[in-house]
């Protein structure tokens, strides 16, 4: 069975950078034909998708997001990661790691979320 886990700060302060990172257990984020994504959901707001890491390294980003979002992955941790830099409060959020299979938008499994609170 899948398994995903994030972890990171809780806390970060602006305008630093947002950094979390997914450990996957029970499969590998190399196989086919997986897409590896970030989710958050912002209090009182839905869940907004911010982009993914394909099983073959390819990224993907919500437009909204893209020109300070980053996703990456280390194969040899089974890890992958999201890097948010120059966040604001706007960015205090539930976030989440999950897989869905490659091509659309089912998510399978994810992780449990971790607060993260962007404040002074």
């Known amino acids: 069975q899948v398994q995903l886990q994030e972890s990171g700060p809780g806390l970060v302060k602006p305008p630093q950078t947002l950094s979390l990172t997914c450990t996957v257990s029970?499969?590998?984020?190399?196989?086919?034909?997986?897409?590896w994504t970030w989710i958050r959901q912002p209090p009182g707001k839905g869940l907004e998708w911010m982009g993914a890491?394909?099983?073959?390294?390819?990224?993907y980003y919500s437009p909204s997001l893209k020109s300070h979002t980053s996703i990456s992955r280390d194969t040899s941790k089974n890890q992958f990661s999201l890097q948010l830099s120059s966040v604001t409060p706007e960015d205090t959020a539930v976030y989440y790691c999950?897989?869905?299979?490659?091509?659309?938008?089912?998510?399978?499994?994810w992780g449990q979320g971790t607060q993260v609170t962007v404040s002074s």
């Open positions: 890491i394909a099983y073959y390294g390819s990224t």
């Open positions: 999950a897989r869905a299979t490659y091509g659309n938008s089912w998510f399978d499994y």
């Open positions: 029970g499969g590998s984020i190399t196989t086919a034909s997986y897409c």
